[in-house]
């Protein structure tokens, strides 16, 4: 690979399911865990399973464990990072489809784009109303804001590490960012995985978060 790509993972209470997303993973990359204070033995079955892990202690939202792992991956040089979920719903072998559209588009922010029919219904509407009130948001299509398989580039990470996002919104925050600074957004299709994990989003409190960052974006974006 012509540019130096880490894999991170960022897992909570992750320990019955997330040894063979590291073991397929390290086929193509290698594998940085950040354990976000998980009451398992997540960090001893990452480690088991050939991760380097991070923890941090007490649990304080994917938003900063991804923070975490974008500093290791500057302080180690990295050139970009893949994010891929610990529970299975992304499939490790798609690490290719991002490696080649990165070469082919440059690109500093790729997200994985799901394939909305394929999913629950309940998950379907909300992922739906969320793209389309999102897209409002930002004067722009967005094509799936919600996925968490992505590959960052060495600039983008630098450029969200003061970011005060520390829950799920945090992804939705790197869009804007990306937009922002004008750097190059990319869509990867996926493979849209369901085998009945449990979230760790409140969904209140999600709903509520996410409508007050989208009214922010739009103010941020009309000022430029």
Not at 119 to 147: C, E, H, K, Y
Not at 187 to 204: C, D, F, K, N
Request: hydrophobic residues 40%.
């Amino acid at each position: 690979m012509p540019a130096k790509i880490l894999a991170l993972i960022p897992a909570y209470n992750e320990a019955k399911r997330i040894a063979p997303v590291i073991e397929r993973t390290r086929a193509y990359l290698p594998v940085l865990v950040v354990d976000d204070g998980s009451s398992d033995d997540t960090t001893l079955v990452a480690q088991s399973a050939g991760a380097t892990v991070v923890r941090q202690e007490p649990n304080q939202g994917k938003g900063a464990a991804l923070q975490r792992g974008f500093h290791y991956a500057l302080e180690e040089g990295y050139d970009a990072v893949i994010t891929l979920d610990a529970d299975g719903q992304h499939d490790p072998e798609e690490i290719e489809k991002f490696v080649e559209m990165l070469a082919e588009t440059n690109a500093d922010l790729l997200i994985g784009r799901r394939r909305f029919r394929q999913m629950p219904w309940v998950r379907r509407l909300a992922n739906t109303a969320g793209r389309l009130f999102f897209s409002w948001a930002v004067g722009a299509l967005i094509l799936d804001n919600q996925s968490g398989y992505r590959l960052l580039s060495r600039r983008m990470m630098a450029a969200l590490m003061h970011s005060e996002e520390t829950g799920f919104e945090f992804e939705v925050e790197q869009i804007v960012v990306c937009l922002e600074r004008g750097y190059r957004l990319a869509w990867v299709p996926i493979r849209t995985i369901y085998a009945g994990e449990t979230s760790h989003i409140q969904p209140l409190h999600h709903v509520v978060n996410f409508v007050k960052l989208s009214l922010n974006t739009r103010k941020r974006l009309r000022k430029k």
